[in-house]
């Protein structure tokens, strides 16, 4: 099993920045991708960002240029750097990764005001 703990939401203006951290219960570099996903109200859950294992990243066309994906195999946290933070970034942002089966951390609220 994977336990996964989201860290760093908040409330924050437009334009400005967060980071958010998910620590991962066991050792991340044999867990192949990890992930970021969103979910706003009244929306389904989308997919935001995701790293492999060996560092390749995908973005939602909405976050490319402002977020940035990355982890650190050494201390089993995966981060997502998000810049020009606008209105419609708000939602709870999730972790999820797949070990022979999906796993989800416990969501953080990011809210953006205009």
């Known amino acids: 099993q994977v336990q996964l703990v989201e860290t760093g939401g908040g409330l924050v203006q437009a334009g400005g920045s967060l980071r958010l951290s998910c620590a991962a219960s066991?050792?991340?570099?044999?867990?192949?991708?990890m992930a970021w996903f969103r979910q706003a109200p009244g929306q389904e859950r989308e997919l935001v960002a995701r790293?492999?294992?060996?560092?390749?990243?995908t973005y939602v066309d909405s976050v490319k240029g402002r977020f940035t994906i990355s982890r650190d195999n050494a201390k089993n946290t995966v981060y997502l750097q998000m810049n020009s933070l606008k209105p419609e970034d708000t939602a709870i942002y999730y972790c999820?990764?797949?070990?022979?089966?999906?796993?989800w951390g416990q969501g953080t609220q990011v809210t953006v005001s205009s």
């Open positions: 790293i492999t294992n060996s560092g390749s990243t």
């Open positions: 999820y990764t797949f070990y022979y089966q999906g796993y």
């Open positions: 066991r050792s991340i570099d044999i867990i192949n991708p």
